[in-house]
Every structure is written in structure tokens, then in C-alpha cells.
């Protein structure tokens, strides 16, 4: 993305986000380029970044990836240049260091969240598996299954869980060598060890842990030689009876480019899914944030009724949900009110429209069918030319990717097909998007069309 393109795109959030917004939080930020999937962007302070990022972290990565498709966070760091010396970076993200580090920077120690305990965790239909799962490895004692995986959705806890985990651990028994760390930092330093030549070093250093946490792990998926390094580690530590805990966006079997060897080790133990929260869970998790929250606001007042309107309007995801709240407060503390259902709507606008925007079956089919130049009829009817069969393919493969409709459910809308039908479609248009580039780009294309 250029600088241009930077510009262009915060005059889009100037928009939509309103001008005292954009003056406040958007033009002080800089465009520092990208890193692979992440977008970095410069904040003068660690609080500014953090509250840009819990407001409009979103906001600002939906326009990103128009522009930058492949971009799937985005980061932001402290200009070192203006910060005092010692004052460490809001993010633990690895800096390239000049010259080689001392080992214990090899593996430092994960950074581990103080609000992510068990205590602050709240448990609901949706992740009580995963919370009881967590709670058993966090007791230490024999290893009974390895590695814990634990998957789902954005925002929905893997990494809090994973910290209470570490927390417990530590608290029980300060003496284990626990480590926590993303798969991009696990990649990281690998590729820093290579570069120092300190493989051994590094090697020794994850073979002596009690416990490894590997937080998203789909990020070491097509990276060859760190997968290579991740699969050996994994498996010096399961033959030593060590416990691994793992997270990722999805399930073993469906990260793409993982190497079978690896998803059948991570399948080996128990996997875990974290379902998107329900109506019940959002509302205990406002709850629960209002009331940890109350001493940074002791004059807000909570109308009845607007947590029950948050939690019906705001998508599944946690981050969004705290972060609106978060908002709510510092603006009905800035202007002194009582906050009720009508500030609710209109401070949290774009959240709140954000979420609401969903996409249907109807419009996909629609859409594909337009970009094909074919008839609605002939995308869903029963032909089996290439093709009609092709651009049916593409629409179920964006139903399952866009909406939450089941492979059944989708099967019915194309014409009463068997759910096997589409599973087969789906499969084909994800092989074919790696091997054939027009595919690949007409998906995309589509999709963005879509979710405009
Ligand atoms: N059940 C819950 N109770 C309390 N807070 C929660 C719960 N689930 C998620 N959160 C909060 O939501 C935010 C996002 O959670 P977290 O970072 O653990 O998500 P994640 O699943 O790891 O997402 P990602 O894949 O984006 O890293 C955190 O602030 C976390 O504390």
C-alpha cells in the first residue's frame, strides 16, 4: 500500500468515523509498510495505539485488506525515536535485533497478559468445553492429553484461555518453565537462531521447557523449514512427556499448506472448539467487564436495557464487544450522562452497523451469477456444464466462507443438492484458487464485492 493509498483510505475512516474521530485517533497515525499479513502503523503513545486498536482496529484492517489483500492485522508500534529510553513497546512484536542476542533472548519469556485469568474468563455454552479442557492442564499432574488444541473464530478467547493457563501453572508451581509465544514469534526466533548461528542454542532452550504454548498456529502454514523446526520441537517435547498447547483459527485438518505429518500430531491429543458466543455469554461478559470496570468510571450510569440491546446487536466476537463497551464508558464519562440505550446507538454507530451486515445466500448467488453472465436459473438449476458448474462451485464455496449457513442448508438453496455435493465444491474451488490464478482472483474479487 502507498502512502497515496494511506491517505485515500483515512480519508474513507474520516467519513465514516466522524471528524472528532478521525482528528483525534486516525491522522496522528503513520503508515510504517507492511510485514507479510501484518500492516504496521505508527502511534505516538502505548495508550493511543491500544485504544485505536480496541475502536477502530477493525475498521482501519477492513480497509487495509481492500487495498492490501493479503494483510491480516495490523500493528502498532511506538516510534522508538521519540520514546524515553527503557520504555518498553506496547507490543512484545520482535525488532531485528543489530547484533546477536543473548540466548535468553533467543526464548524470552511470552508476554502474558495480567487480565487473562480464569477469574475474568466467563463461561457459557460456547466455550465451556474449551474452559474445562483449560482448567484440567492448568492443574499441572500428568499429561493426559497432548497437545490440548483449541480453535475458533476471532476474538473469542483461545489466547486469554491460554494465559489463564500459564498463570495457573506459574502460581502452582513457580519452579515450571513455562513458555508462551505466537507462531510468528516462534518463526521469528528460528529464523534469528539460523541467522546467528544458534540453532543449538535454540534448540535446547525449547527442548528444556515443562510447558510450550503455541498461540496461532495457522501462521506456520507454507513455511517450510519452520514447520520442519516446529514439528521436531513438538515432538522431542510429547516424547518427554512435556505438555503443548496450541491454538489456531481453525481445525488441524483445515489449516491449509500444514503438512499432514503435523496435523495428525496436532489432531493427537484433544481438540477443542470455541463456538462464536452467544446471546447469553455476551451479555455475562458485559456484566463482567462492567463491573471490573466500574472503578475506572465510578459516575457512569448504566441504564436497564442497554447491555440486553449490546448484546443482540453486536457480532460474536469479544474484542468488538469490549471494545464498544470501552467506548460507551470514556464517552458517557466524558460528557457526564447517564448512558442509555439512544447513546448507545449513537456512539457505537459503525459497530453497530458493522455487525448488522450480513450477507445472504440470495445476494451471492446473484452476484456470481452477474459476474458469470449467466442466468440465476442455470446457476442453481440441475445442468452440469462446466460452465454453470464452475460458477456454482464459486457461490457455494463464498456461501460456506461468508455466512454461517451449514453444508446442508447451503445444498438446499442450490436446488435440493446433497450436502456432499457442496462439501465436494467447496474442496474443488480451495484447490483450484492455489493452482489456477484467474479462479483465485475472481473469488476475490467477488468477495469484495460482497462485503462492500
Ligand atoms: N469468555 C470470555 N470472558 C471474558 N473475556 C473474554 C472471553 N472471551 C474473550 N474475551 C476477551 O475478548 C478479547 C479477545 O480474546 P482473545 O484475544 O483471547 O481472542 P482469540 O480467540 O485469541 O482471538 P485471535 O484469534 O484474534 O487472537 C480479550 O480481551 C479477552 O479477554
Redesign the pocket.
Known amino acids: 500500500m502507498t502512502q497515496e493509498q494511506w491517505g485515500a483510505l483515512q480519508d474513507d475512516l474520516a467519513r465514516t468515523l466522524g471528524e472528532n474521530n478521525y482528528k483525534t485517533w486516525i491522522k496522528p497515525l503513520k503508515f510504517n509498510g507492511c510485514e507479510g499479513e501484518v500492516a504496521v502503523l505508527q502511534a505516538p503513545t502505548n495508550f493511543f495505539g491500544s485504544y485505536v486498536s480496541q475502536n477502530f482496529g477493525d475498521a482501519i484492517l477492513a480497509r487495509i485488506s481492500t487495498v492490501e489483500p493479503g494483510v491480516r492485522r495490523v500493528q502498532f508500534r511506538v516510534d522508538t525515536a521519540s520514546r524515553p529510553a527503557n520504555q518498553p513497546t506496547s507490543h512484545s512484536q520482535p525488532r531485528p535485533a543489530k547484533a546477536p542476542s543473548p540466548v535468553s533472548d533467543i526464548v524470552p519469556d511470552g508476554p502474558l497478559d495480567e487480565?487473562?485469568t480464569f477469574n475474568?474468563?466467563?463461561?457459557?455454552k460456547p466455550?465451556e468445553l474449551a474452559h474445562a479442557a483449560a482448567r484440567r492442564v492448568a492443574e499441572g499432574g500428568a499429561v493426559t492429553f497432548n497437545p490440548l488444541f483449541l480453535h475458533?473464530g476471532?476474538?473469542?478467547?483461545?489466547?486469554?484461555?491460554m494465559h489463564a493457563i500459564a498463570w495457573e501453572l506459574r502460581a502452582r508451581n513457580p519452579e515450571l518453565n513455562v513458555l508462551y509465544l505466537s507462531a510468528e514469534q516462534f518463526m521469528y526466533r528460528f529464523v534469528q537462531a539460523l541467522r546467528d548461528r544458534r540453532m543449538m542454542d535454540f534448540k535446547s532452550l525449547f527442548r528444556s521447557v515443562d510447558v510450550l504454548m503455541v498461540?496461532?498456529v495457522q501462521f506456520i502454514a507454507g513455511k517450510d523449514s519452520t514447520q520442519e523446526e516446529f514439528f521436531h520441537t513438538f515432538n522431542a517435547l510429547v516424547d518427554q512427556n512435556k505438555q503443548i498447547i496450541i491454538?489456531a483459527?481453525r481445525a488441524p485438518n483445515d489449516i491449509k499448506s500444514l503438512e499432514n505429518r503435523i496435523v495428525s500430531r496436532l489432531q493427537s491429543g484433544l481438540v477443542v472448539d470455541?463456538h462464536p458466543t452467544d446471546y447469553e455469554?455476551r451479555l455475562g461478559?458485559l456484566q463482567?467487564k462492567f463491573e471490573k470496570n466500574r472503578k475506572h468510571y465510578p459516575d457512569v450510569e448504566v441504564d436497564e436495557g442497554v447491555f440486553a440491546f449490546l448484546a443482540h446487536r453486536i457480532s460474536t466476537n469479544?474484542?468488538v464487544l469490549?471494545g464498544a463497551l470501552n467506548r460507551l464508558f470514556a464517552f458517557a464519562s466524558l460528557v457526564g450522562k447517564t448512558v442509555d440505550i439512544s447513546m448507545a446507538q449513537e456512539c457505537l454507530t459503525d459497530v453497530i452497523r458493522a455487525s448488522e451486515r450480513k450477507i445472504s445466500i440470495d445476494e451471492i448467488q446473484r452476484k456470481v451469477a452477474e459476474h458469470y453472465h449467466i442466468r440465476l436459473s442455470d446457476l442453481i438449476g440441475p445442468k452440469r456444464v462446466r460452465n454453470f458448474a464452475r460458477p456454482r462451485q464459486i457461490a457455494m464455496y463464498l456461501c460456506k466462507q461468508l455466512t454461517a449457513r451449514s453444508f446442508p442448508e447451503i445444498g438446499r438453496r442450490f436446488g435440493g443438492r446433497d450436502h456432499t455435493t457442496v462439501l465436494h465444491g467447496v474442496k474443488r474451488v480451495e484447490d483450484l484458487m492455489l493452482s489456477d490464478a484467474q479462479i483465485a482472483e475472481d473469488v476475490e474479487l467477488l468477495r469484495c464485492a460482497l462485503e462492500e
Not at 120 to 124: N, S
Not at 154 to 161: D, F, I, M, S, Y
Open positions: 487480565n487473562f475474568t474468563f466467563v463461561v457459557g466455550n475458533g476471532v476474538g473469542l478467547g483461545k489466547t486469554h484461555l498461540d496461532d491454538s483459527d470455541v455469554l461478559i463482567s469479544v474484542r469490549e
